[in-house]
């Protein structure tokens, strides 16, 4: 199970208190109480495993290290550990108690998410002319506390959408090194899967069907990702009664979600060929033409019609 969006307590490290203690070396008597360390930090950092939300799906709380408290003979208290946490490339951090909004966008980036309170001065700060042995300290400055949505939003060179069973997970096993289950039923891809082609990203998103956008089926869980995809392989299934409908019932979702991506630049493949004798695969070629779009027909068992997607493939990498 895939965890994309997760909501999280974020404490960073209290800061220690000062000391009141008084030098011990003989003949000296004055203030040797130091100061507390300050907490640790908490630090969220990019990775590219996409499953690494999922190391919160029990775990809500997330704490960095104390500060130490002062001690005696001048010896300042040890800064608390900072913690790294570790979010996949693509998250959005949504701080609910400040509103404030950050993105991770590569990996090893690291960004501040929380800052350790401040450790308390100790007794020999407060010395004097007129006040030798104080007595005061400083407690330390507690940890900024924050709930923290975690929102992944993938960043993919290319997404490949359609209804369910159009044979997305298939392709991107034939393109890629991904190991994308595959079966002969609806909804069999239940998270995203994520390939490489060379140095491009290719991201299978669950099938859509209508009424996607508004929380149907597999919903709006997987428009969320398609958003940061650069482009879209639409993919019609040429077992379809009826392609054109089906290319329109997954554009309109995408309208729906978010306007832009009806705009986003597409290629369309008319996907299991090897299905169809050439009568009628003319025939749903032709209905998509007729809403002015040119379909690629491709086949995993042909590899003369993948090698036309590799030639796409090779021209999105140059470009990028």
Known sequence: MLIDDVTIEIIAGNGGKGAVAFDKNLGAKGPAGAH?????????????????LNQFRFKKELRAEKGEDGRSQFRDGVTGKDLIVKVPVGTVLHNLTSEAEVEITKIGERILVAKGGRGGKGNFHFR???????????????????????????????????LPNVGKSSLLNELTNAKARVANYQFTTLEPNLGTYYELILADIPGLIEGASAGKGLGIKFLRHIERTKILFHLISAESEYPGKDYRTVKNELKKYNAALAKRKEYIFLTKTDMMDEKELKKKTTALKK???????????????LEKVKKILNEIQKKK
């Open 36 to 52: 507390g360390g300050n907490g640790g930090n908490v630090y969220a950092e990019g990775v590219s495993d996409l499953s690494a």
């Open 128 to 162: 004097s002319p007129i006040n030798t042995s104080p007595t005061e300290f400083q407690e330390g400055t507690p940890g900024e506390h924050f709930t923290v949505r975690l929102e992944l939003k993938m960043i993919a060179d290319v997404g490949l959408i359609g």
């Open 291 to 305: 809403l002015k779009l040119s379909p690629i027909p491709i086949s995993i068992y042909d590899d003369k019609s």
